[in-house]
């Protein structure tokens, strides 16, 4: 994809006034605000232990440093929903989904997480039917926090499992035991969740088939209407690199990723949980996670917290990192974003595609240039896309597609 040149614009002035003015968000990002489906993703930067795959924007009390704690934390995330709610104006959407992530949000008390979502909602208009999402950990829930988090309007939880084998646990540096996870399933749906997600990692080192087909088996005996199932990334720079660079671990098995891949898929085929998106299953549609659908449909959100992107009518920015930072913004008055950029007409016409080609429903063919539409029948003959979505003016992966689909996604659209 051809990257923008990030460019600052009013919305991110560095005046010491918090930008109240709505007319401050380019006219250009603000066509289609009311009429484009918009959510809220606040993200808690904390973490217990830092595990040693995850290069996501965390920190364990000992990196915190001076100036963040998580006592203060949730009204820091409130008075950068106050910017959002004054930068947006009177033209602000209803909002269709809050999703809490990390980090660990859990590790902050359960009233705190409601304090935020009660400001959202006096901030902002707020859909009926709103889904209110927060990931945890297994370990960092109890029967009566999930109660607290129900009563104060939680809808949605997705549990960090990863895997059903301790020793793979190990690896990945988790700290719950092996049954945590599908024990905190059943104590979210005894308090009232209405839907409950389980996050797998397949293919770390060590693991085995039996490993991971003990992990299918015990998230489909859990009390889940949703599954999420990724493939183990050595990200750069952090702990699994190192040791995989030193020769103490192995990289993951393109062929065995593959294969763990197909056995998902029939396990959670078999059991009723459909895909919907090449790495996400789910009961049916209602079980869908509607957040993550509004990133794959390049709708519009506001990203709260430190290091949180946001996108708004093809205006996109990106807070600065550290918590520290981003308190001391908010505190003197100063927008946290660090940078943004604006994406072309082109390059959102490219995300579409990008996104809209790892959906079940498809992605219209229209989307495509006309010498993408020719190799995306060319991808029908090769058996990576379905014929019969592809005569009704869709593109759609078949099981082998998905497979390629890094792969699918790039022939279509170089």
């Not at 208009?125 to 960092?140: F, G, I, Y």
């Not at 399933?185 to 085995?208: C, K, S």
């Not at 896309?385 to 170089?414: F, K, N, S």
């Amino acid at each position: 994809m051809t990257a923008t040149t990030p460019q600052t614009l009013p919305l991110l002035g560095q005046t010491p006034a918090l930008p109240a003015d709505p007319s401050m968000l380019p006219a250009a990002a603000r066509d289609g605000l009311r009429t484009t489906p918009f959510g809220l993703y606040v993200h808690v930067p904390f973490c217990a232990t830092r595990c040693g795959y995850c290069d996501f924007n965390t920190y364990t009390s000992d990196e915190l440093g001076p100036g963040a704690n998580r006592s203060e934390y949730a009204g820091t995330a409130i008075a950068e929903l106050r910017l959002a709610a004054e930068v947006l104006g009177p033209d602000r959407p209803a909002v269709q989904t809050v999703f809490v992530g990390g980090g660990t949000p859990t590790l902050l008390p359960a009233h705190d997480l409601v304090a935020v979502l009660d400001a959202v909602r006096e901030l902002f208009p707020v859909a009926p039917d709103v889904e209110v999402t927060t990931e945890a950990n297994p370990e960092s829930v109890t029967p009566e926090s999930l109660a607290v988090l129900r009563a104060g309007g939680f809808t949605r939880i997705s549990l960090g499992m990863q895997s059903a084998a301790e020793h793979v646990l190990a690896v990945l540096d988790r700290r719950h035991t092996p049954g945590r996870a599908v024990q905190a399933a059943a104590e979210a749906r005894a308090a009232g969740f209405e839907h409950v997600n389980l996050d797998l990692i397949y293919g770390a080192p060590g693991e085995t088939d039996a490993d991971w087909q003990a992990s299918l088996d015990a998230v489909l005996a859990a009390p889940v209407d949703h599954v999420s199932a990724y493939a183990l990334i050595v990200e750069q720079g952090t702990r699994l690199a190192r040791r995989v660079a030193r020769g103490e671990l192995p990289m993951p098995d393109d062929d065995v990723l593959a294969d763990r891949y197909e056995m998902a898929d029939r396990a959670f085929g078999s059991a009723g949980l459909g895909w919907y998106e090449v790495s996400n299953w789910a009961r049916d549609r209602a079980a869908r996670c509607r957040h993550n659908e509004l990133y794959w449909a390049n709708a519009n959100w506001w990203g709260i917290g430190p290091g949180a992107h946001s996108h708004v009518g093809g205006l996109r920015w990106w807070n600065v990192k550290h918590p520290a930072a981003y308190a001391d913004r908010l505190a003197a008055g100063l927008h946290p974003a660090a940078d943004t950029e604006l994406l072309s007409a082109d390059d959102r016409a490219l995300e579409r595609v990008m996104l809209g080609l790892r959906l079940r429903d498809g992605l219209p063919l229209t989307a495509l240039s006309a010498a993408g539409r020719a190799r995306a029948a060319e991808s029908v003959v090769r058996g990576l896309l379905e014929a019969g979505p592809h005569e009704a003016g869709l593109a759609v992966l078949t099981d082998r597609g998905r497979l390629l689909a890094d792969a699918v996604v790039r022939d279509l659209t170089d």
